[in-house]
């Protein structure tokens, strides 16, 4: 039952789409400049049915409806409520229907509040995500159709994957493709801009929001990744430069140069043809990613099951959109001339950019390699945090640096600027004062650690200003300020985190430098669908003589048989004690992994200020418009 | 101009796309479910203490042979070695041990205190050799026919139970 609703739904999505483009092409034959209303009826239309889809599928999850396929092999009727919800975007099919959700929603909102006087522009930006919607929705019911039929209908689902079922990954997805999928609308706007040879300041007065918009979502979307991959994969760190990770992180680069780059444009400044690029390669990357994750190239947690379909029919998508854009962007793009003055406000944006395009491309390289090696010359590698690490830390230094300096400078104007201050000499202070408890050696940690302050102090310093003098742009300010928080804190992590490996039986004690562990007890349960070891483990401070309570677990789940380890974290705010456990097979040894981790709640605190500077550009434009 | 850049980037992008195809048939390695039943393939092994290499499929013809990956800092290899020893005294197989990134002095005590079941020891510093076996982690033993096809796979410590399970697919 609920199937044929939910098909019928995504039938009638489909032919609005279609009806959107048709009436869109009639439409700008016309003289007159109003964009008729059946085209925002039918917009209103697309969306309507597009998100009954999506409730659809979500109450069949809820209802545990097994006569659908995808219901019977994600979910499970014992499974709490909030993983029944979250199970309906925790599969392939799930996830492609909250796409296409998504994709729908930006042309409803770019539609009826991108209100720019301009038809042209405005319906073909309509067209092309339209194009987009229909493609997907093709793919989406002939090759992965989240409503397919089960007969004769199981009693009994087979569960979703455990790891998964945690609050964070529940948020996870939804924020991830608002963010890069909510990219696919200054995709379109940027072909439209092309073909409807919009005058350019405008064009980047109208993408602006949805930049800083998508920006946001994307920044929160990898911030809870982090926090899931922390707590729940236990293996104790946030960022693994897994291939998965890189292809969030890499739409991600492309929105932060993309925004800087804007507020040149919005100047009439130059770049035009720039960020009509960045624009294109924004959701041309966020695509390469999905390509990556669902064809099963890569392994990861966040691999579904595989099945080489879907992986031809994401890439042959993406053929046909990279060349029918490169098409059109040489068919109409026209020469500009950029006239920089050398140290100018945007001068320093430039540079930023390049930073950026840099960071983009040693992340593209180090995903992309194992592949191309793998294919032609059957050799395996991988690329992990060393290559990463080595490659970007030191130019995260510069970077820093003219996050601090650039700022200072004036639109258009040549005027040099003092760049080492009174705030220079205060942070290269603070730096000293922490170097004499840290005791770092390493020059290049120094330099990032000396640079960040900077970047911080700097930024507080602003902040202050800001509210005497109005000129100061705030959101710039805690964005930048939230950056060399960030910075300086996984630095610091870096420097003080402590891992200790070692194996005990129960009533064993470990006595380490600055701890001693006992292993005090264990203890078994049967909990809703799985069972759990948990261990009872006492740590003592050697310093400060502090007990801590710490019950890692080890938990089997039926639905499917998986087995997971549950890290158990003592967090007092300043610093994390991290302790997992896994058992040795047939032995009455279990393998204990104890860590220390400073500032992590500092680390997640900064992403979060530096996103908020994003919500505020969206504010902005709002209240300007 | 603009028409040679057009066609170089083409160029360019048809060859990404054409290797992102190809990549696609090109997978799965890592799943050593799928490895079962395959012939193994051809690797050449580090010998632990002499110089030079040997090729696994060149040794031991017509014999089985079982392919033991084991570190000294991994608890369960300990507590499989017993298994191991037991299975070096069958006439029908050769076990050949792969020391996975490992210390070479903290492996040979290992082996001096543990006894040695190994009829060739290999060793793989860096963990690269063990990945064309699907190698997860440690311990993994991997049972070959005497035709070098891949007949069984164990991920974890071997137990009595495999022990047995290897006796009687050996001597049948």
Known sequence: MLSNFGITFLSITFLTSFLLIYLSFNELKTANNKIPKKIYNFSSLQLIFTILSFLTLLAGFVVSDFSMSNVFENSHSTKPLLYKISGTWGSHEGSLLLWINILVLFSFLFLFYSNNNNKKFQLYTIIFQNFLIGTFLIFLLFNSNPFSLLFPVPNEGLGLNPILQDPALAIHPPLLYIGFVGSSIYFSAALAALISKVETKLFARVIKPWVSLSWFFQTLGILVGSVWAYYELGWGGFWFWDPVENSSLMPWLLMTALFHSVLVLERRLGLYSWVIILSILTFTMSVVGTFLVRSGILNSVHTFANDPSRGLFILTFLILMVFSSIFIFFKYSTTEKNTFKFLSKEFFILINNWFMVFFLLVVLIGTMYPIFLDTLFGTKISVGPPYYNFVLAPFLIPLLFLMTSGPKFNWISSESKKIFDLVFFISLFIFLAILFIVKEKNLIVNLTLIFSIYLTIQSLNDFYKAFKNKSINLSRVISHFGFGLLIFFISINHILSIEKNFNLKVGDEKNLSKFLIKFENIESYKIDNYQ?????????????????????????????????????????????????????????????????????????????????????????????? | MKKNKLIIIYAVLIFIFLILYLSLDNKKIYNTEDLVGKKMNEVDLLYFESEGTFNTREIFKNKFVLFNFWASWCAPCRKEHKNLIRLSKNKNLEIIGVNFKDSPQSAKKFLEELGNPFSILAKDPDGKQSINFGIYGIPETILIDKDSNIVKKYVGPLNLKDVNEIRSIVEK
């Open chain 1, 532 to 625: 759990t070891i948990i261990g009872d483990f006492q740590i003592l401070n050697k310093k400060n003589l502090i007990k801590k309570n710490l019950k890692p677990e080890i938990r089997i789940y039926d639905q499917p048989k998986t087995m997971t380890y549950e890290a158990s974290i003592d967090s007092n705010f300043f610093s994390d004690t991290y302790l997992t456990m896994s058992n040795v097979s047939d032995s009455e040894l279990f393998n204990i992994k104890l860590q220390i981790k400073p500032f992590m709640n500092f680390i997640w605190l900064s992403v979060f200020i530096l996103s908020l500077g994003g919500v505020l550009n969206i504010f902005k434009r709002i209240k300007k418009v």
